[in-house]
């Protein structure tokens, strides 16, 4: 593959650099959230078995904190599936602030958007060979 296939599919280029660009925003969202409202998160669940059990386990590292903020995620934009479960309880994900509500959510359904596209994009290029 030489640079002029890259060139003749403009359409392409832009799908996948603004895709990327998507991936980024969503990142730096997260780095946000990792660093400067984790612990408020934590502190509004502190009744949830799922957010106490990681926050013990983790600790305090860069990995870590991902994997808290994405237990928070998961406790936040999936109530029903972890309170059928019983490690959320339901009132406090109730009282959780609306708008930090609204951008978990969000993260969920642009990663899901985001991982449908990757796999569609590899299986585009997959069959097009």
Not at 43 to 58: E, G, P, V, Y
Request: hydrophobic share 45%.
């Amino acid at each position: 593959m030489n640079i002029d296939h890259l060139f003749n599919h403009p359409q392409k280029i832009w799908f996948d650099a603004s895709i990327m660009f998507i991936a980024l925003v969503f990142d730096v969202v997260g780095i946000f959230l990792m660093y400067r409202r984790l612990d408020e998160m934590e502190d509004r669940l502190n009744k949830c078995s799922l957010i106490t059990s990681n926050k013990r386990f983790w600790g305090d590292s860069i990995r870590g904190r991902m994997i808290r903020l994405c237990a928070v995620i998961s406790a936040v934009a999936m109530p029903w599936w972890n309170i059928k479960r019983g490690t959320v309880d339901r009132q406090q994900v109730q009282d959780f602030p609306r708008g930090l509500k609204r951008v978990l959510q969000g993260m969920t359904i642009g990663g899901l958007i985001f991982i449908t596209v990757a796999i569609s994009d590899t299986l585009y290029k997959w069959l097009t060979r």
